[in-house]
């Protein structure tokens, strides 16, 4: 692997990490509180459902509709184009993590709220999509660099 290649996964990776390490960082803390300390000041003790369905569309928007959405808008932006720039598809893939981040962020809230089993498991399921699909691995990157055949420099 070359030079280029090895900046642009980091470049990617450290991003990534910057989204989603305080979003996860703050729930584990959150959740070891609540486990270790039952009845926590902060905790929702019944909260309204239409407040749990809120946070489960509004996951559902941010782990697949709209960086889906944002994915088809760049695929017609760039369709007529030979090729894509490097910094075009390092912008897309930065724009594409960050759209996916508050996915994690609504699973503290959703929490708070104590809900029942279905939903929590629910949300729980929409941010470790949004955790697992959107992780820029080297397979991936490469794979979405030939897919929009990015120039190599």
């Given at each position: 692997m070359n030079q280029a290649k090895q900046g642009i996964q980091k470049i990617l990776l450290n991003h990534y990490l910057i989204l989603?390490?305080?979003?996860?960082?703050?729930?584990?803390?959150?959740?070891?509180?609540?486990?270790?300390?039952?009845?926590?000041?902060?905790?929702?003790?019944?909260?309204?459902?239409w407040t749990i369905i809120a946070i489960l569309v509004l996951q559902g928007i941010f782990a697949v509709a709209l960086p889906l959405w944002y994915r088809i808008h760049f695929v017609n932006r760039i369709k007529t184009s030979k090729r894509t720039s490097m910094q075009a598809f390092l912008q897309f893939e930065k724009r594409f993590l960050t759209l996916a981040a508050p996915s994690l962020y609504l699973l503290i809230p959703g929490y708070m709220m104590s809900p029942s089993q279905g939903p929590f498991a629910a949300m729980v399921l929409f941010a470790l999509y949004s955790l697992y699909f959107y992780f820029p691995s080297h397979?991936?990157?490469?794979?979405?660099?030939?897919?929009?055949?990015?120039?190599?420099?």
């Open positions: 989603h390490l305080p979003g996860a960082g703050a729930f584990a803390v959150l959740y070891t509180l609540h486990k270790t300390l039952p009845g926590m000041y902060f905790m929702v003790r019944e909260a309204p459902s397979k991936r990157t490469l794979a979405e660099k030939k897919l929009f055949r990015v120039e190599e420099k």
